[in-house]
């Protein structure tokens, strides 16, 4: 099956974009993910960072050992998959009660628009 290839959109759909590309409420979806997408990339990264400059800077500190045969760098390694899930989590939470009641609105606001 072959679908026709254009670089064009129907004319409905092209204004309808443009004109949720600039509503207010477009934009302020847009800086609500960032407030929280940008802070959470660089905490994780610096996090993750961390991890690996202690891994080959630091072997005395990350083979400290804990409990019994478990050291830093086992505790850290399984943090950074715990940091993970958080980090998951709280962007589920974000997303449900910040970015999900705008996306929808301007999801039926286009439908409408576009007679769907």
């Given amino acids: 099956m072959s679908f026709p290839v254009t670089d064009e959109l129907p004319t409905t759909k092209h204004e309808a974009y443009v004109r949720v590309f600039d509503d207010p409420d477009f934009k302020e979806l847009r800086k609500r993910y960032s407030t929280f997408v940008v802070p959470m990339t660089i905490a994780f990264l610096v996090w993750y ?10 072997p005395d500190f990350m083979s400290t050992k804990v409990v019994g045969n478990i050291n830093i760098a086992l ?13 998951a989590y709280l962007y589920a939470q974000f997303a ?11 999801r039926e606001q286009f439908d409408e628009e576009v007679g769907k």
């Fill in 49 to 58: 960072f961390l991890y690996v400059v202690c891994s080959n800077w630091a």
């Fill in 96 to 106: 449900r009660t910040k970015l999900d009641p705008l996306a929808t609105r301007l």
């Fill in 75 to 87: 505790v850290f390694g399984l943090l950074q998959f715990v940091t993970t899930f958080v980090i």
